[in-house]
């Protein structure tokens, strides 16, 4: 089935741990992204890849990185979590950033950490 | 600054309204998209406008866009339960790297 899939679903994490969170999209489609979703914060984007091999950082990056190796896979890491980064985390992707930039979502990653 | 500010944030009515959701943006763009997000779920796409004009339809929604005015309306006609969610829009901005911003959601809550 077509889509993006994330894992884990849910994860409890000891502050101080190294988390990284996966992204896997089957559509071929050439940009990904990062966001996580606070309550009364809306949508925020960490970091972003238009294409393989590229990255971009969106609006709160620190303390997290990413990589695009190919086109499929969008790595999220926490290298230390914090508390702060509790949150839920969504993978999306779209067919091309500015010419279709339609962006279809994860299932997300419910992140808690302690 | 690149803003995107959907109104109202909260929305309370009864089955068989019809009601107008806002989304206004701050410079030049063709683009924006409206996404539904039911609670402790995924976000979804529900239109995409890519011109002055634009205007989509699905069921008891539709969206249109002026960009212009830099605006651009969900409308929900005869409101249903099953339309409780809340409602995104995001904008598509040359400046922005062609990132999206995203407005803080419009939160609808239609009672039976």
């Known amino acids: 089935i077509a889509g993006i899939t994330q894992a884990p679903t849910s994860q409890i994490l000891a502050a101080g741990r190294r988390m990284t969170l996966r992204c896997t999209q089957d559509?071929?489609?050439?940009?990904m992204y990062w966001y996580r979703q606070d309550l009364g914060l809306g949508l925020r984007l960490i970091h972003y890849?238009?294409?393989?091999?590229?990255?971009g950082k969106g609006e709160v990056p620190d303390g997290y990185s990413v990589s695009r190796a190919n086109t499929d896979d969008f790595p999220l890491t926490l290298a230390s979590a914090v508390p702060s980064q509790t949150s839920v985390y969504f993978c999306?992707?779209?067919?091309?950033?500015?010419?279709?930039?339609?962006?279809?979502f994860g299932p997300g990653t419910r992140l808690t950490v302690l | 600054e690149l803003k995107v500010e959907q109104n109202p944030l909260f929305l309370s009515m009864q089955e068989g309204k019809n009601y107008t959701i806002y989304c206004n943006y701050s410079t030049t763009s063709d683009r924006l998209y409206w996404y539904r997000q039911d609670p402790g779920k995924s976000l979804e796409s529900l239109f995409v406008?890519?011109?002055n004009g634009a205007v989509k339809q699905e069921g008891r929604l539709m969206a249109s866009l002026d960009t212009k005015a830099r605006l651009s309306t969900l409308h929900i006609t005869a409101a249903v339960h099953d339309l409780s969610a809340t409602y995104f829009c995001?904008?598509?901005?040359?400046?922005?790297?062609?990132?999206?911003?995203w407005g803080a959601g419009t939160k609808l809550i239609i009672k039976p």
């Open positions: 406008l890519l011109s």
């Open positions: 890849s238009n294409t393989a091999g590229t990255t």
């Open positions: 995001a904008v598509e901005f040359s400046d922005s790297n062609y990132q999206l911003i």
């Open positions: 559509m071929r489609h050439n940009a």
């Open positions: 999306a992707s779209s067919p091309r950033a500015g010419y279709n930039n339609e962006q279809f």
